[in-house]
């Protein structure tokens, strides 16, 4: 997500750029806990795997909401 907040300020954030974003963070939260599953003394469990994931839904859905309301108003702006 650090690159998609990246792009989001310079203006260059897509719709399609978050659903990347997005599943590359679920990706990255599924090999952490595959990976805690090998340390000694940690397990990998599904429910932080869930946990994760509904942390990157909540921070996707806001990331297309902005958008979508960044273009109506550039829409609306250029109307006028």
């Known amino acids: 997500f650090s690159l998609a907040t ?3 300020w310079r ?3 897509t719709p399609r ?3 990347a974003a997005m599943l590359f963070s679920f990706a990255f939260a599924v090999s952490d806990e595959w990976h805690q ?3 000694p ?3 990998g469990t599904v429910a932080d795997v869930v946990i ?3 942390g990157i839904m ?3 859905f806001f990331a297309l ?3 979508r309301r960044r273009g109506i108003s550039s829409r609306n702006a250029a109307a006028s």
């Open 52 to 54: 994760d994931s509904l």
């Open 65 to 67: 909401v902005r958008l």
């Open 58 to 60: 909540l921070a996707g």
């Open 37 to 39: 599953s090998w340390i």
């Open 41 to 43: 003394d940690r397990c």
């Open 6 to 8: 990246w792009r989001w």
């Open 11 to 13: 203006g260059t954030l």
């Open 17 to 19: 750029g978050v659903l």
